[in-house]
C-alpha cells in the first residue's frame, strides 16, 4: 500500500485557510518495469557475459565446458538443454530461409548432451551472422520471457516478493532451469521454503530470501563449471544485506573478480 504523507497549505479563499493535501509516495515497480527489467538484464550479463551491454549479446557463443554444449545469446541458451533448439525453431517459422535452418537437425540430435556433432564447424559463424538480424534477436527476447523471464517474475509475485527476490528468482531460472529437480529452480525454491516462510506464507521477506540463495549456492556449488558463487555471494547477497529489496539504484557489486555498477 502506498505511503500516504499529509501537508498543510493555503486554500486563499476567503481569508485564511487550511486544507490537508495528500501527496503519494510511488509504489514500488516490479521487475517487468521496463526500466528495471533492464537492470534485470544488466545484472545477468555481468554475469553472463562480463559486461552490462546485454544488448551487444545477442551473437555471443561459444563452449564453456559446462557439459551443456554450445552456450549462446542473451540468456546463455544451450545446445545441450534443448532452449537453443527452441529458439532455431521458433527463428524458423518466422524466417524460413534463414542460415540457421539447416542445422535444427544437429540441434535436436544433440539435445541432452555436450556433443557438437553435427553443428561443428560451421554452427558459431552461422549464429553471429544471423544475430545480427532484427528477426532473431526478438526470437531471443520472445524465448527468454516465456521461459525464464515472465515465470521466475510471475512466481515471485505469488511468494510475495519484490524487485530484488523477483531477480533472485529470474537469475536462478536462467542458470538453472525451470524443472523439479533439486538442482534446478523448482528444486530450488521447495529446499528454500521448507527452511523459511515466503512473505505470502507470513514469513519474512530477508530471511526467505537467505534461504533461497543458501539452497542455490548448494546447487552451484554440485557442477564444477558453476562452483564460483559470487553472482550470488558478491552480488544478490549484497544488495540483500543493504536491505535493497526494491533493487534500487545506484547498485554496486563484482562478480568472478569483476566490479560492476549502475548509477541510476
Not at 189 to 201: G, H, S, V
Request: proline share 5%; net charge positive.
Amino acid at each position: 500500500m502506498a505511503t500516504v504523507a499529509f501537508a498543510l497549505v493555503n486554500r486563499g479563499e476567503r481569508g485564511p485557510g487550511l486544507m490537508m493535501k495528500a501527496a503519494v509516495k510511488p509504489a514500488p515497480r516490479n521487475l517487468d518495469d521496463p526500466a528495471k527489467k533492464d537492470i534485470a538484464m544488466r545484472l545477468v550479463s555481468s554475469a553472463e557475459n562480463s559486461s552490462l551491454d546485454w544488448r551487444a549479446q545477442y551473437g555471443y557463443i561459444e563452449d564453456i565446458g559446462d557439459g551443456r554444449g554450445y552456450t549462446a545469446g542473451i540468456v546463455g541458451f544451450t545446445s545441450g538443454t534443448g532452449d537453443l533448439l527452441q529458439v532455431v525453431r521458433r527463428y524458423t517459422s518466422a524466417f524460413p530461409g534463414n542460415g540457421l535452418a539447416r542445422y535444427l537437425p544437429a540441434l535436436q540430435r544433440v539435445d541432452g548432451t555436450a556433443s557438437h556433432a553435427g553443428l561443428d564447424p560451421g554452427f558459431p559463424a552461422a549464429w553471429r551472422a544471423a544475430a545480427t538480424d532484427q528477426v532473431l534477436r526478438s526470437t531471443q527476447d520472445g524465448e527468454r520471457d516465456r521461459v525464464y523471464f515472465n515465470p521466475a517474475v510471475g512466481q515471485a509475485k505469488k511468494d510475495g516478493l519484490r524487485a530484488l527476490g523477483q531477480f533472485v528468482y529470474y537469475d536462478a531460472m536462467v542458470m538453472h532451469g525451470p524443472g523439479a529437480d533439486a538442482v534446478s529452480f523448482g528444486g530450488i525454491r521447495a529446499t528454500a521454503m521448507r527452511r523459511a516462510k515466503t512473505p505470502a506464507q507470513g514469513g519474512g521477506e530477508v530471511a526467505y530470501l537467505h534461504a533461497f540463495l543458501d539452497a542455490r549456492t548448494a546447487a552451484m556449488r554440485t557442477e564444477a563449471a558453476h562452483e564460483d558463487t559470487s553472482r550470488v555471494d558478491t552480488a544478490q547477497r549484497v544488495f540483500l544485506r543493504a536491505g535493497n529489496l526494491d533493487l534500487n539504484p545506484p547498485l554496486r557489486w563484482s562478480v568472478y573478480g569483476d566490479r560492476f555498477a549502475i548509477a541510476k
